[in-house]
């Protein structure tokens, strides 16, 4: 009886590890022939020092090899670029980080502990910083993807202190 136990826990962590790497190709494959978004956007950024979250709306833009922009309508107009171009060091990192969840290259950033997962309509890709800046001020990020169209549908920053913010796309 025990060897039929120790038998189906590693048959099925084999399995586990199948799927996470199945999953894995069909988003590295999504990456590979991403090049243009323009989407709808709602971030919901809920933090511990306020009683009502703070919701912002726009239109997101990535174009492979160029520039992102997020265009906020609400609660006011302001547009952010993200390039490489910045000389502020923080804005840099955020930049490189926020590229690097565009190309794909955030799966194998090896500051990450990455874990992949899926559900009826999503896969699911948790990843949990495990050294560097990102370690000291985040617990963990889920990057969720419509499953059938292969598209980002939910960016989710979870920080130490449990503030979430919440970015949810939709594509025409």
């Not at 840099?92 to 009826?120: C, R």
Request: net charge positive.
């Amino acid at each position: 009886m025990r060897n039929l136990l120790i038998l189906l826990a590693i048959l099925s962590h084999s399995i586990m590890l199948a799927q996470e790497k199945s999953i894995e190709n069909i988003l590295k494959s999504h990456f590979t022939n991403l090049n243009h978004i323009e989407c709808n956007y709602k971030q919901e950024k809920k933090l511990s020092v306020l009683n009502e979250p703070l919701i912002s709306a726009g239109i997101f833009k990535y174009e492979k090899g160029g520039d992102i922009s997020w265009e906020q309508q609400t609660p006011f107009k302001e547009t952010f670029l993200i390039n490489g171009k910045s000389e502020n060091k923080f804005d840099k990192h955020i930049n490189q980080f926020i590229m690097s969840i565009l190309t794909g290259d955030v799966l194998n950033d090896t500051k990450l502990e990455v874990s992949y997962s899926q559900d009826e309509k999503s896969y699911i890709v948790v990843m949990t910083p495990k050294k560097g800046a990102m370690e000291k001020k985040l617990k963990k990020i889920i990057l969720t993807f419509h499953k059938k169209k292969v598209l980002l549908s939910q960016l989710e920053i979870i920080s130490k202190n449990e503030d979430v913010s919440r970015i949810n796309f939709f594509y025409n």
